[in-house]
């Protein structure tokens, strides 16, 4: 299998313009035409998971964290990230990162974290803007039908559950055709008035090549006429942490449970809530204080996060309960998701999820 194959799946599977502006997912060692045959899938790239690797004659490393995060100017062995660079280099092993691209993706991190805790009717926290462009074209009426038709099967049309979504309106264009043309309708030198439709399209950024190419290649017309917009809409399937619903209230204390061991936590840090039971619950895996906010807002009972600074855990006062379950703990269970995504999508690989427990944190308890 080329580790280009690879690649494509996780960039359909998580875009990588849906990553955090500081974000450092994709392909950070190795070359897309190698040869793949046995991967190993850990939370975090480090020394020891290298070393996993190799024992296991892995040629390729999928971590949710990126082990570069910021530029390398040196390879000297001088720290761990240089040292796992240097080990990876030598040893012909390639590191993919899929991190805050997975986050914001229905199906990723956050979804696993809800498909744990039992939530139904589960939506995106914080929609992330950015990621929508509108097409607009023009052609005669008779081509109308067969022009969507090419841009609705690269993707094109895509609101929300529903496919195939376009607006028109006639109207009529004009044109006069240069010397040595083949216009589709009209005479080279005469101007020529055509009734035409006004097609309207959504389609996300990362599709803009494969929709522009099938617009060209469609259109009747020898030069096509479009425009492409950015949209300030947010695409309500991707963004920053999930919020939905227990089947049925819970008193705090018995979600702290169930919490605890669902994402086998071995603590919960907490704010006191009041004597109301719990039902509707945000969470965010990794760093998601900055989902606080938006939490209260949208009337969640909990947030299951992590990594909350002490004064942070006062900004709940009290209109939801905070349970910070640890970094590690609320996204350990990424590593079976990804797994288990790649032994669906290339049965032929060895896949391997990693044996070492990559957490920096301990508890004495």
Not at 11 to 18: G, I, K, S, T
Not at 19 to 42: C, H
Not at 73 to 98: C, M, P
Not at 186 to 196: M, Q
Request: include cysteine; proline fraction near 4%; charged fraction near 25%.
């Amino acid at each position: 299998m080329k580790l280009a194959a690879i690649t494509s799946y996780f960039e359909q599977l998580a875009p990588p313009n849906y990553q955090e502006d500081y974000d450092n997912s994709g392909l950070i060692v190795g070359d897309l035409e190698a040869d793949i045959s046995r991967v190993l899938v850990a939370l975090d790239c480090t020394e020891a998971v290298i070393d996993e690797a190799i024992a296991l004659r892995c040629g390729l490393i999928v971590a949710h964290h990126p082990i570069v995060f910021r530029g390398l100017k040196k390879l000297t062995g001088k720290n761990y990230v240089e040292r796992v660079v240097l080990k990876a280099i030598k040893n012909d092993i390639a590191l993919y990162a899929i991190h805050t691209n997975l986050d914001h993706v229905s199906g990723g991190v956050n979804s696993e974290i809800c498909r744990r805790l039992g939530l139904r009717d589960t939506r995106i926290l914080l929609p992330k803007a950015g990621l929508l462009k509108k097409i607009v074209t023009y052609c005669p009426e008779e081509a109308a039908e067969k022009v969507k038709d090419a841009l609705f099967a690269v993707g094109a049309g895509h609101i929300g559950q529903y496919s195939e979504c376009s607006f028109s309106v006639r109207g009529e264009g004009s044109f006069k055709a240069g010397e040595g043309t083949a216009p589709f309708v009209g005479t080279p030198g005469i101007r020529h008035n055509e009734p035409e439709q006004r097609i309207e399209l959504i389609y996300k950024v990362q599709d803009e090549r494969k929709i522009i190419s099938a617009l060209i290649e469609n259109h009747p017309y020898e030069e096509v006429a479009y425009d492409s917009y950015a949209l300030t809409n947010v695409h309500e399937g991707v963004g920053a942490g999930m919020i939905g619903w227990l089947p049925e209230e819970m008193e705090a204390q018995a979600f702290l449970k169930l919490l605890k061991e669902n994402m086998s936590a071995r603590v919960v840090r907490y704010t006191a809530f009041s004597d109301k039971p719990v039902k509707k619950i945000a969470v965010c895996g990794g760093s998601g204080s900055f989902l606080l906010k938006e939490a209260v807002a949208q009337g969640a009972h909990a947030f299951v996060t992590a990594d909350f600074k002490y004064h942070e855990f006062f900004d709940a006062e009290g209109k939801l309960m905070i349970c910070d379950i640890g970094h590690y703990e609320s996204e350990q269970f990424t590593t079976q998701l990804l797994a288990a995504g790649l032994e669906r999508e290339f049965p032929t690989l060895h896949i391997s999820s990693t044996q070492i427990n990559t957490n920096p944190v301990n508890y004495f308890v």
